[in-house]
């Protein structure tokens, strides 16, 4: 998440267009995991938790993996 936040943050930093981001692990094809995030919702977020939601909202298997956690 920390990562993720710091892309955040860069990216808003730059002023580039970027509509959507997607982040992938390195994992073989079969395993790997995806994380996306709709750069137009960033505006609005100032602190990870805020990103955390957001990211639980738009993807299913991050928000299975917290639920699960708990």
Request: proline residues 0%.
């Amino acid at each position: 998440m920390d990562r993720f936040f710091e892309l955040l943050k860069l990216v808003k930093q730059s002023g580039a267009n970027i509509d959507h981001v997607n982040v992938t692990d390195r994992k073989e094809v079969s395993q790997s995991t995806a994380i996306g995030f709709d750069m137009m919702l960033a505006e609005s977020i100032d602190i990870k938790e805020e990103l955390l939601v957001s990211i639980k909202k738009s993807n299913w298997e991050v928000a299975s993996f917290y639920e699960n956690k708990k």
